[in-house]
Antibody, heavy 120, light 107 residues
């Protein structure tokens, strides 16, 4: 059974930093691209960033490029999101998700999410 | 970026009724790479459909997807109590991937 468990969320001041982690199990982690998607309170889902299975490619939304860094450790089956220079508009539930790479890349499994609050 | 517009924002129906949810793309999805997810309060989204019309594993056949290019539809033929939730569409045809704002199906 695929499981994705996020951690690391919390309260951070504007301009601060936070690192999210996502522990994956139930599949061969290194074989799959992964992504972070966020959802602000009362809003829709927003794609944030993605990384290939081997880490050789990464992609970012314009809203976070230069401030967020996605990475992974395939030996630890863990996905990370380093978030720097946080803004109020970054406050959201952050979901770790796995891509299914068949006829395009769509998300087939999601974690339960971790809440990031940005406030002074 | 490709904007997905979901309508209606809220759909008020009763169990046993048919639900028709719309997702319109601002740019053509030439490969029809569109997915639908169901999300219940406090839960992660769950994949329902991919490639516009293919059901994900374990999804009951009362769920169906249709459409192409810019107009897509998710249909729930007969609503069960567990189907009342928020439904999101997601395009992965054009970069960056984008999501709609969701349609809430309520009693």
């Amino acid at each position: 059974e695929v499981q994705l468990l996020e951690s690391g969320g919390g309260l951070v001041q504007p301009g601060g930093s936070l690192t999210l982690s996502c522990a994956a199990s139930g599949f061969t982690f290194s074989d799959y691209a992964m992504t972070w998607v966020r959802q602000a309170a009362g809003k829709g889902l927003e794609w944030v960033t993605a990384i290939s299975g081997s880490s050789d490619s990464t992609w970012y939304a314009d809203s976070v490029r230069g401030r967020f860094t996605i990475s992974r450790d395939n030996l630890k089956n863990t996905l990370y999101l380093q978030m720097d220079s946080l803004r109020a508009e970054d406050a959201a539930v952050y979901y770790c998700a796995k891509y299914k790479m068949v006829q395009g890349w769509y998300i087939d499994y999601w974690g339960q999410g971790t809440l990031v609050t940005v406030s002074s | 970026e490709t904007v997905l517009t979901q309508s209606p924002g809220t759909l008020s129906l009763s169990p046993g009724e048919r639900a028709t949810l719309s997702c319109r793309a601002s740019q053509s999805l030439n490969r029809n790479y569109l997915a639908w997810y169901q999300q219940k309060p406090g839960q992660a989204p769950r994949l329902l459909m991919f490639g516009a019309s293919s059901r994900a594993t374990g999804i009951p056949d009362r769920f169906s997807g249709s459409g192409s290019k810019t107009d897509f539809t998710l249909t729930i033929s007969r609503l069960e109590p567990e189907d009342f939730a928020v439904y999101h569409c997601h395009q992965y045809d054009n970069s960056p991937q984008t999501f709609g704002r969701g349609t809430k199906v309520e009693v």
